[in-house]
């Protein structure tokens, strides 16, 4: 279904990862009668198909993969690969997963056309990267957005060898020959790891992420799949590479790409941090930022593949697929595996003589499209396709041909190379047991090769827990003598060992329990024991933390968006609201073994840190909170309505709506009072220019988040945005941001006078309305419909003029000037402007 056809709302959900997007979504689609969830990997699928059907039943839940069909009579819901989705089927809520896939050079055609055409009765979400935000605005104008934010930090701390990784780490290489090497050498130096690929099947995907959650091993070694919203349990990030295979050539990843996989770190409200491990070069300090800050430059264009078939002739179905896209903003998608084989057999004498009707060609396209499981090479797949093409041509694929094929790949034994290829051969099988009418009997054979595929599933995963897990290493010891309890290591990640057990993690001054010893009632007290006996055997490292923290220089300490203070890849403390709104107060995240002097010696650097970052940033305004609160008659002292205004910019973090002040009369000896501080009155608001650079902006942004004790706290505007549709940040937030909310559109201060500076100029030159609305529209980076919207808030409107074009005309404001006695009692400074 077209975009233009559907009434329904259309909304995009966008963030980073870590933000509840897809359990958001879930739960909005099973809100309704009926839904449909696209996802991007099978393994995914499976995951979430699982989870719904806790939650309905399975008589109520569809599963729809390329090789996977459940469908049961009485389905509402349905979960499905995004290549797998029955759009044929309505549905009242549509959703579709990493929708930024739209960019990718070999899969980005079908999101694209989900986007395009994919659409739910009553709502559609589509979920990802903000980096789409422009690209879906463009296509979908009329698409609600809501921004999420990600709930918990994501730090970098650099690089690490594999031996001094941190426990609860993922691995991430890029082919299974680096997942597999890194394994070994994990299992030798660390114990043992859980192995993830993209090619897995789900149950021995599912086998081994067991182990890993479980605690039966502490490491995961992974390719990028990890990257598409497979949750575990993993606090660390660490990149063996930075470069990997796109179809055609190696190329280093993308930032958001990185992004993407680094923030796996640190599930819901736990913080996360990622590196570089082995020979992958650190990151340069450009690309740490973005991923840390989550700022990715936005998708410009979109893959595109014609989806309106000609099926009249092979040479037209040719033609067809080799369309140019319709629009700017498309370019067309490279050849896929379906087109290439399909290229490849239309030159073949026998694939012609038979692809002459309608039909028979549809069914060639049909079988090219059988997904390339065996990765051997093109020649190799086309030949495969050819011989289902020709058997379906005849009839059915015949039983003894598949008996035979499944027959030879139904063997158990072998290594982790033999059984992996078994697992991607028996895949082609059973998507054709999958397709209506390719069998006689789908059900047998659907049945036979998912038993198959079990088989080898379990054989493999024992195969990569023999090779790649030493459990004599990674079970810990539950039982030590008590003369054993003092031997403490600690490790450099963090890790802290008694008599060679790992008892829990230290991170800056807080010791992490490690859960797997604090099980039963048992457990918890053989944990309380081991806590003491760890602190007691920690005591001097807090010390010597303690005097380095004391003596560490500035850019050794960091503030997050979210109000923490990091320092040596750990939190030490978090801001809280202080006696003012510029004056937040620090409290520590150290355990009570820090103490005396050396805790005395940590908060008083870290405050001073604060004290000397918020001075860096905010000078300006601390300025005008001096000047108001200099003693009258002194020679700093400000005029009792100047202070007042001073005043109330410190407590409104450096900001005023105009129509909010009770301002005197004669307002000129007010402006050159301050006029010194870098204050602006402008037409709207009073504010500081100094103020909306991004460091002094994200500042105060963050300053009114603690001093509101915001729960969550949003994340600061882009820097160098001056324009944005809002999405779920509070006004008052925007506006210690630099930003006026004008028709549900945050524009930052500076740009809503130069937008009224163009406006009187229009006027003033006779510049005709529709002239000058593109110059409008583009100082807004907005639609005409909406630029026309925010001119229509600020009381310009479009006015007719009789022969001659329409001109730009701005409604009189009707204020009523408050009574004397009024302004005395209601002003919040009526002391300070001396009333009585």
């Given amino acids: 279904m077209h975009p233009q056809h559907s009434p329904a709302k259309v909304t995009a959900i966008l963030g980073p990862t870590n933000t509840g997007k897809t359990f958001f979504a879930i739960e909005r689609m099973l809100a309704h009668k009926s839904g449909m969830i696209g ?5 995914l699928a499976r995951e979430v198909y699982d989870k719904i059907v806790r939650l309905k039943g399975a008589n109520e839940v569809a599963l729809i993969t390329g090789e996977e069909k459940i469908v049961p009579k009485a389905a509402r819901f349905f979960v499905c690969t995004v290549e797998a989705m029955p759009l044929e089927i309505p549905v009242a809520c549509l959703v579709v997963d990493e929708i930024q896939l739209c960019a990718d050079p070999e899969r980005g055609h079908v999101f694209t056309d989900r986007l395009l055409h994919a659409r739910g009765q009553e709502e559609t979400l589509f979920l990802g990267s903000d980096t789409m935000r422009g690209a879906i605005q463009r296509f979908i104008p009329k698409t609600w957005f809501t921004v999420r934010p990600r709930f918990s930090d994501l730090a970098y701390t650099g690089p690490k060898k594999l031996t001094r990784l941190p426990r609860r780490s993922a691995v991430v290489g890029f082919s299974a020959e680096d997942v597999y090497g890194i394994a070994e050498i994990v299992r030798r130096q660390r114990g043992g790891a859980a192995v993830v690929l993209g090619a897995l099947s789900p149950r021995t995907r599912n086998a081994q992420v067991a182990l890993y959650q479980s605690g039966d091993v502490d490491f995961l070694v992974a390719t990028d799949a990890i990257g598409m919203g497979i949750n575990m349990d993993v606090d660390h990030v660490a990149f063996a590479g930075h470069e990997k295979f796109d179809g055609r050539g190696f190329r280093a990843l993308r930032a958001d790409e990185t992004g993407q996989i680094a923030g796996r770190a640190g599930r819901y409200m736990n913080d996360g941090t990622f590196g570089v491990t082995g020979e992958c070069e650190p990151f340069d ?13 936005p998708v410009k264009v979109l893959q595109w593949r014609n989806a309106t078939l000609d099926f009249e002739s092979l040479p037209r179905l040719l033609d067809s697929l080799d369309a140019p896209p319709p629009e700017r903003g498309l370019a067309r998608a490279r050849p896929a595996s379906d087109a290439i084989a399909l290229t490849h057999l239309a ?9 002459t009707s309608r039909d028979a060609v549809r069914r060639l396209w049909e079988v ?8 051997l090479s093109s020649d190799e797949h086309a030949r495969m396709i050819r011989t289902i093409y020709l058997y379906l041509m005849a009839g059915h694929i015949p039983d003894d041909w598949m008996g035979r094929q499944i027959a030879r790949l139904d063997i158990a034994e072998g290594d982790v190379a033999t059984l992996s290829g078994r697992l991607a051969q028996i895949r082609t099988f059973t998507y054709a047991a999958h397709r209506a009418h390719w069998t006689r009997d789908t059900a047998h054979w659907q049945g036979e090769t998912r038993a198959v595929e079990d088989r080898l599933s379990d054989a493999l995963h024992e195969r990569l827990t023999q090779r790649f897990i030493d459990r004599r290493t990674s079970v810990l010891m539950k039982h030590l003598r008590e003369e054993e ?5 600690l490790d450099e990640s963090g890790g802290v060992a008694i008599g060679g057990e790992l008892i829990g993690r230290l991170d800056g001054f807080h010791f992490t329990p490690d859960p797997r010893g604090t099980g039963d009632s048992n457990g ?4 309380r024991t081991l806590r003491t006996a760890a602190m007691r055997g920690l005591e001097s490292e807090f010390l010597s933390r303690a005097e380095r923290l004391s003596r560490a220089q500035d850019a050794e300490i960091t503030l997050s968006e979210h109000g923490k203070l990091w320092w040596d890849g750990a939190i030490v403390a978090r801001l809280t609201a202080g006696a003012a709104p510029l004056s937040p107060r620090l409290e520590l995240i150290a355990d009570e073994w820090l103490k005396g002097a050396a805790r005395q010696s940590v908060q008083t650097r870290l405050d001073a840190w604060l004290e000397v970052r918020i ?3 905010l000078e300006p305004l601390l300025a005008l909170a001096r000047a108001a609160q200099a003693k009258v008659g002194s020679a700093a002292a400000l005029s009792p309505a100047a202070r007042g ?3 109330q910019l410190a407590e409104n973090f450096g900001s005023l709506n105009r129509t909010a002040l009770d301002l005197p009369d004669k307002l000129g000896p007010v402006i050159r009072s301050l006029r010194p501080f870098g204050l602006w009155f402008g037409r709207r608001h009073v504010y500081l220019p100094r103020l909306l650079r991004p460091d002094a902006a994200s500042l105060l942004a963050l300053l009114w988040g603690v001093w509101t004790k915001q729960s969550q706290l949003p994340g600061p505007p882009a820097p160098g945005l001056t324009s944005f549709a809002r999405g779920a940040e509070p006004e008052e937030f925007l506006g210690a941001a630099g930003f006026a909310l004008i028709a549900g559109r945050a524009i930052r201060y500076d740009m809503l006078e130069r937008l009224e500076d163009e406006l009187e100029k229009a006027v003033a030159g006779g510049t005709g309305a529709e002239a000058s609305l593109p110059r409008l529209v583009s100082l807004l980076g907005t639609g005409n419909d909406e630029g026309k919207a925010v001119l229509a808030a600020l009381g310009w409107r479009s006015v007719a003029v009789t022969g001659a074009p329409a001109v730009w005309r701005k409604a009189r404001e009707k204020r009523r000037k408050p009574r004397p006695e009024a302004r005395r009692r209601d002003s919040p400074f009526a002391a300070l402007l001396g009333a009585k």
């Fill in 39 to 43: 996802l991007p990997l099978r393994l």
């Fill in 285 to 297: 300090n450009e690309l740490v930022g973005r991923i840390e800050s989550h700022r990715y430059d």
């Fill in 347 to 355: 030159r073949e004498a026998d694939i012609q003589a038979l692809a």
């Fill in 368 to 375: 090219c499209q059988l997904p390339d499981f065996r990765k």
């Fill in 485 to 489: 309890i003092a031997d403490v290591r």
């Fill in 524 to 527: 918890l007290i053989h944990g």
């Fill in 615 to 617: 001075a860096a940033r």
């Fill in 645 to 647: 205004v001073a005043h």
